[in-house]
């Protein structure tokens, strides 16, 4: 069972380490790919050692050249937790400005994200249309809690929990 977990700068990228460890301890061989902003919050380090793989920012990284076209046939799911409302936008309209956004249109495979922002941001209609569009693209998209976030506003918006999000992606990785 192999997978990619994307990692986009969202408040929730903490969660992103637990996910990382819960899934590896599983068994499960992850390849951590991080938006260049999402790595200047979390040491690509400590995902690395996390996963015990090296973790990809981009296309050039670890002596490649192609990391878009060589990831892509490493796996068999690839996971977005956290995803930025940017990171969904970029798969809503099919934007590449990086390696994690070039990979969501590369990657064949199952495609999960796990939204995590702000209440009001989630609230936005163009955040819910990029939802109900990449739903349309056959995203998986684990929804939200509602709670405080972390700016304290409450509502719809930070991230489901780790928990939930592994055994969801456990479940549905043994079924391909
Ligand atoms: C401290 C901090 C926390 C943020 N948290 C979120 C968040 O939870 N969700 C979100 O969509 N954007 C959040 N943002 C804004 C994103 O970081 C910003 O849109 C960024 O461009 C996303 O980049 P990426 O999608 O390429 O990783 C936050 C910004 C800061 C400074």
Redesign the pocket.
Known sequence: MKIILGV?????IYKSCDIARQLTKEGVQVTVVM????STWISPVILSALSNNPVYVSDTDHGGSMAHIDLRKKADLLLVA?A????ISMAAVGAAP?LLATLLLSFEGQKWMAP???PA?YAHPAVKANIQKIKGYGYQVIPPDTGEAVCGDSGEGKMASVEHIVKEILANIKKI
Do not use: Q
């Open positions: 986009s700068a969202s408040i929730a938006t260049p902003t999402a956290p930025s409302a940017d990171i990086n995590s922002m702000n941001m």
